[in-house]
């Protein structure tokens, strides 16, 4: 089990990550093989198997937040 201390991220927190996750790959016309949904899917997947940490989601929406950000103004 993780430490006492470790803030460990809500069902909530990794909701509203995942609905993140799943707004930028749009914006970014990902393609996915199959649905968006099972896209998704996969990332929880393999994301269920480490202990987030709330510091850790918001890192994660950190990035994403930069690739939105990236994406949303005119080239250079």
Excluded: C, Q
Aim: hydrophobic share 35%; proline share 9%.
């Amino acid at each position: 089990p993780p430490p006492a201390d470790w803030r460990l991220a809500t069902h909530v927190e990794l909701e509203r990550f995942y609905e993140h996750l799943t707004g930028t790959l749009t914006r970014l016309r990902t393609k996915p093989a199959t649905t968006m949904e099972s896209y998704v899917a996969r990332f929880r997947r393999v994301l269920s198997r480490i202990p987030l940490e709330t510091r850790d989601v918001n890192l994660l929406h950190k990035l994403l937040a930069k690739v939105d950000e990236a994406t949303a103004r005119p080239p250079d």
